[in-house]
């Protein structure tokens, strides 16, 4: 896997000749991959994003640009998903990564010279409409941050017994829904369902009161495993393509009744959604950094040398139907995770669970070390008891009607970011 | 929905030209549907069961025989699953499943009087090889034995606070992992991973020493549902295809330590095995029963009249390595489950979660009132205090290396029987 520092598709100095702002998400430097199609009948086609633009990596298959890797004249961008390429490996990954940039770089003439050619596979965002990058098979959510975990403990019981004992040395997940993974711009119902009743009364039923959103990352599988054979630690990271930003929609109430013995349930899979362009790790490669002590140190096959965190900031915001704008309620970074991406990979296989190309990880909610760093409402108004105060007015134990939620988040490099765009999502009336 | 008692396909006094014994699973009355091949590198088609033979159902659909259904020249059989077939709906199911019986029937010479057609569609089910007949999007695992519920609460927590305040309002179900289910034959390796330590010491890490079966079934979905839009339990009936015999393989020492506060994860996700056929629900009809008294009674989204148990009698059974034969070690009925299948779909969808056709949803463990009818070897040596007698000699606490788990059940009609053939594997070494 090319993690050498001196890749040259992140060469800070690199520039397209297609413009790019020191604010865009997508640089050069960036490159991520979606699904998107420019007509409402048309057939999905795969791009990838530079400034604001996208560019038609379908059609450059069409035209043999990756024929040189080593994917040779195999077809991996001639479908509505990402998958065929996720299972293609990591040096098709990087191969194809260099003909892009290549053919991007301000210095490079074969696409910057040719109009014909740029006006068929260089698309404006504003005509293109996104789809769901991947088709995922399995979701899976950990629960990672040690901050989030320890939050949400204290609130159900007390300081002392905040973490549970296998924390520190279980990357503790859970299966999710898939079906209900929805992408950037969906809008969601509020849910209804029962929730804890008073005493031995019948629990009540409607709308939930405490619909969440949760602050998450994910990643994306790339080649699959066979059942029985664990992915180790040291392969973990030729298994992971790139990642996405999450929001795991939770209701508080529904969950809080539900989720005794076998866990989350109705509070979850009502949505989760996911931002469209999908930031390969050999994007991200420059911005690892070291993650958070791990004390007492993991056990043997959760044990991997070098930087396994990424500096990526984060933002919450939140807005009010009828207000004026959007307000940015917490900042957090994925670097705080207590386990890395590797990590939850060796746990989740190491029992012999198979792994299949475009499943999704996320992290669970990133919560930082400060109130304000805090990726949930439940965490945000501690459980409902402290209301948070929108900077423009008015205040939110949880989410109300009409509320848009957008996360965004990127990382800093010198004079550009590599970011993730957003993801998005209003909560709409519970249906009738 | 043919829901009518007097369904002409369930007529007990219906016969096939083709061979069936009364102990037959397949006689003319049952007509499950499972996805074969013939030499390993044919392509699947799919089938249906009668006696010990495959109906080419792929190769009727080619000849035009469904033309004159709702189906029209529409292709629903042209694929490697089922799934096609379960989205185009109860109509097309009934339609097909007439077609079909009056084609067996002994008194329908269109087949029986054709020795080309009989050889070209009716297959000796020993050269055939079954595959996956679903491709499964999510399966979710319910916890619908009060019996079960009760069992291992008892054993966890005692006597008085076995059963959590929610079981009986909520049919508590939680996410499976689909990537992991495997056809029945499918040998899987003991897992490894953590489990609970000593005090404040390492967790135990190696082959799990408490690996066990759970004697379930599941339905399959038809029709799917849009996000945000719940399918109530009057319409429930209306996606729920058929049924297959489901083994929920756990290991109940990583289960254990892991469960806290997400639910199972890692015990559970390194294989689920489920029966190659699927029996349709129309095929089921006859056997529905009344289930247990529901008290307190369900909420009114929970709520519905008329039968909505199945009665099933379903046998688990053991075999060592080097045994002469296998041993029944448990005898269970689908019709002891507290909640049903339409209450399962009616709640798992209340809050707007979309569900797809071929997904799968399991009963959880069906344990019975009686110790010998307890599901799974937790209950059966009660956490491994009580260890299992075989009859033939050797006992048993958990599963050990070489063991052969087969589940079988039917329906017992007069004179015939809708059974489900079986789910059967084994528990190989852990792997080094």
């Known amino acids: 896997m090319s993690s050498e520092m001196n890749n040259p598709t992140n060469d800070a100095a690199l520039r397209s000749f297609v413009p790019v702002s020191p604010e865009s998400h997508f640089p050069i430097q960036n490159l991520p991959y979606g699904v998107f199609r420019c007509a409402h009948n048309e057939r999905s086609r795969i791009g990838v994003a530079i400034g604001e633009f996208v560019l038609d990596v379908t059609a450059l298959e069409d035209r043999g640009f990756f024929d040189q890797t080593v994917l040779g004249g195999r077809r991996v961008f001639d479908g509505s998903s990402l998958n065929a390429f996720l299972a293609s490996g990591h040096t098709a990954w990087s191969e194809v990564r260099a003909v892009i940039s290549r053919l991007l770089r301000d210095d490079e003439p074969r696409l910057r010279d040719d109009a ?16 769901m990058p991947v088709a995922i098979g399995d979701y899976t959510d950990f629960y990672s941050s040690r901050e989030h975990a320890t939050n949400v403990g204290t609130m159900f019981r007390g300081k002392d017994n905040a973490l549970m004992p296998n924390y520190l040395w279980v990357p503790v997940g859970y299966h999710g829904r898939a079906s209900s993974v ?50 180790s630690i040291e392969e973990a990271r030729e298994h992971i393509f790139g990642m996405v930003l999450v929001n795991d929609w939770s209701a508080r109430d529904i969950q809080k009744w539900e989720y005794v013995p076998l866990g989350p349930f109705l509070g979850k899979n009502f949505g989760t959604s996911i931002s469209p362009w999908v930031v390969s790790m050999e994007a991200l490669e420059p911005f690892r950094c070291e993650g958070p002590v791990q004390e007492p140190g993991p056990l043997p096959y959760l044990s991997i040398q070098g930087n396994q965190a990424i ?99 990127w990382c800093q490099g010198d004079g550009y970011r590599v970011g993730f765009g957003e993801v998005t999502g209003r909560i709409l009336p519970a249906r009738r």
């Open 116 to 131: 014909g050619l740029r006006d068929s596979v260089l698309i404006p965002m504003g005509r293109v409409e996104m789809r």
């Open 182 to 231: 929805v992408l950037s711009g969906t809008d969601l119902h509020r849910p209804v369902g029962q929730s804890s009743p008073d005493g031995n009364a019948a629990p009540p039923f409607g709308p939930s009161q405490a619909v969440d959103f949760e602050l998450e990352m994910g990643f994306f599988v790339g080649p699959g495993s066979e059942l029985g054979r664990p992915i």
């Open 311 to 409: 500096d990526i900031g984060i933002e919450v915001s939140l807005r009010g139907e009828g207000s004026d704008g959007a307000e940015v309620i917490c900042r957090s970074n994925f670097r705080h995770l207590y386990w890395s991406m590797a990590q939850q990979l060796a746990h989740h296989t190491v029992n012999g669970c198979d792994v299949r190309p475009g499943d999704l990880m996320a992290s669970g909610t990133i919560s930082g070390p400060t109130p304000d760093s805090y990726g949930s409402m439940l965490e945000l108004s501690w459980g409902g008891q402290k209301p948070v105060t929108l900077p423009g007015g008015g205040e939110r134990r949880f989410l109300e009607d009409g509320d848009r939620v957008t996360i965004t988040g």
